[in-house]
């Protein structure tokens, strides 16, 4: 059993004891119904997948506790159109409360509307609406990470990585030259993870020469085909790759082996979100390292919220910022000790 398995275990239990058996505090009674909407952008994207899962599980450990809870989900595929569309039938459904991943996080108006015409509670997660559409109804809220502090991590693993390894700077130049690949153009978690990125590397005495950059929408397919492209530019100058989240780090690895690079001659690698499949990478060494965005936490989280906006019970146990808010510490995944985020 892993470290992080034991810490999980522990934790969901005494949160959940915490939820419903706390001393004077109001508790669902075990009748009650609650019927969960989940609606978000893309199925397709690996660490939403992963959070959807967790997301299932913590339901159905509040179910095993006395709540009946039926949980129905859609997918996007990408349209905006077609998540507000989802988002009506869900409600149509008789879901008494909705978490959902928008598709596009500047354009909630339509599913808030929905949403307040028949009082239903919404927790959007990972993508977080501006504030200004946060505040158009009190019963709004999210859950997710600090962009930020993705970005800032993985910088700071970069910096160690290259204050260890003379070998980085291929050319001896005393520039580490590199390239982006960027979630979504526009998308605010993209910009802020490459921005916050790049300045923590640079305000650590590292310099660098950006190449190039590719948009990939967090997609591993797409981060192959824009390296293989970067790479028909600079075939051997790349000495690193900052990737916003592991599938296009991983996409970024798929294109040099497809080119048939040799160990030697790639570069390092970095991502963003400690996938199954990212984590596995930095056992393997095809990623130097990541970033895990706590998808238990998040789900747990996410969870007891939802019952707690239905029932009204619990909502005291969350660590809400302003009310409306609740962000999840990301963690650093090096090769010392990517085996404790591994179940």
Same mark, same amino acid.
């Given at each position: 059993?892993?470290?992080?398995?034991?810490?999980?275990?522990?934790?969901?239990?005494?949160?959940?004891?915490?939820?419903?058996?706390?001393?004077?505090?109001?508790?669902?009674?075990?009748?009650?119904?609650?019927?969960?909407?989940?609606?978000?952008?893309?199925?397709?994207?690996?660490?939403?997948?992963?959070?959807?899962?967790?997301?299932?599980?913590?339901?159905?450990?509040?179910?095993?506790?006395?709540?009946?809870?039926?949980?129905?989900?859609?997918?996007?595929?990408?349209?905006?159109? /077609?998540?507000?569309?989802?988002?009506?039938?869900?409600?149509?459904?008789?879901?008494?409360?909705?978490?959902?991943?928008?598709?596009?996080?500047?354009?909630?108006?339509?599913?808030?509307?929905?949403?307040?015409?028949?009082?239903?509670?919404?927790?959007?997660?990972? &993508?977080?609406?501006?504030?200004?559409?946060?505040?158009?109804?009190?019963?709004?809220?999210?859950?997710?990470?600090?962009?930020?502090?993705?970005?800032?991590?993985?910088?700071?693993?970069?910096?160690?990585?290259?204050?260890?390894?003379?070998?980085?700077?291929?050319?001896?130049?005393?520039?580490?030259?590199?390239?982006?690949?960027?979630?979504?153009?526009?998308?605010?978690?993209?910009?802020?993870?490459?921005?916050?990125?790049?300045?923590?590397?640079?305000?650590?005495?590292?310099?660098?020469?950006?190449?190039?950059?590719?948009?990939?929408?967090?997609?591993?397919?797409?981060?192959?085909? &824009?390296?293989?492209?970067?790479?028909?530019?600079?075939?051997?100058?790349?000495?690193?790759?900052?990737?916003?989240?592991?599938?296009?780090?991983?996409?970024?690895?798929?294109?040099?082996?497809?080119?048939?690079?040799?160990?030697?001659?790639?570069?390092?690698?970095?991502?963003?979100?400690?996938?199954?499949?990212?984590?596995?990478?930095?056992?393997?060494?095809?990623?130097?390292? /990541?970033?895990?965005?706590?998808?238990?936490?998040?789900?747990?989280?996410?969870?007891?919220? +939802?019952?707690? +906006?239905? /029932?009204?019970?619990?909502?005291?146990?969350?660590?809400?910022?302003?009310?409306?808010?609740?962000?999840?510490?990301?963690?650093?995944?090096?090769?010392?000790?990517? &085996?404790?985020?591994?179940?």
């Amino acid at each position: 059993m892993k470290i992080k398995r034991y810490m999980a275990v522990g934790i969901v239990s005494c949160m959940l004891l915490l939820f419903f058996c706390g001393c004077g505090k109001q508790q669902p009674k075990v009748s009650e119904k609650i019927q969960v909407g989940v609606a978000f952008y893309n199925q397709g994207d690996t660490f939403l997948g992963e959070l959807v899962a967790c997301l299932k599980q913590q339901f159905e450990k509040f179910g095993n506790s006395g709540l009946e809870i039926t949980v129905m989900v859609r997918d996007a595929a990408g349209s905006q159109r /077609t998540q507000d569309d989802q988002v009506e039938e869900l409600i149509g459904m008789k879901c008494n409360v909705l978490c959902v991943n928008l598709v596009d996080r500047a354009d909630p108006s339509e599913i808030i509307d929905l949403a307040r015409k028949n009082d239903v509670p919404i927790i959007f997660f990972n &993508r977080e609406p501006v504030a200004e559409d946060m505040m158009q109804w009190e019963k709004l809220y999210y859950v997710g990470a600090d962009a930020q502090q993705s970005g800032e991590m993985q910088g700071e693993l970069a910096v160690d990585v290259i204050a260890g390894n003379q070998q980085i700077d291929k050319n001896r130049d005393g520039k580490i030259q590199y390239v982006v690949l960027e979630g979504e153009a526009g998308h605010q978690d993209a910009i802020i993870r490459t921005e916050s990125a790049v300045d923590t590397l640079k305000s650590s005495g590292i310099v660098l020469e950006k190449l190039g950059a590719g948009i990939a929408n967090w997609d591993r397919a797409q981060a192959q085909n &824009r390296m293989q492209q970067l790479l028909s530019q600079y075939p051997n100058q790349i000495e690193m790759v900052l990737a916003n989240n592991d599938a296009m780090a991983l996409g970024a690895v798929d294109a040099y082996e497809k080119l048939n690079y040799t160990e030697g001659a790639m570069p390092v690698f970095f991502g963003i979100d400690g996938t199954e499949a990212g984590l596995e990478a930095v056992i393997d060494r095809k990623v130097a390292a /990541t970033v895990y965005n706590d998808k238990e936490g998040q789900a747990l989280a996410m969870a007891k919220l +939802a019952v707690g +906006a239905v /029932t009204g019970a619990g909502l005291e146990t969350l660590a809400f910022e302003n009310e409306k808010y609740i962000y999840l510490p990301y963690q650093k995944v090096t090769e010392d000790n990517v &085996r404790e985020f591994l179940y």
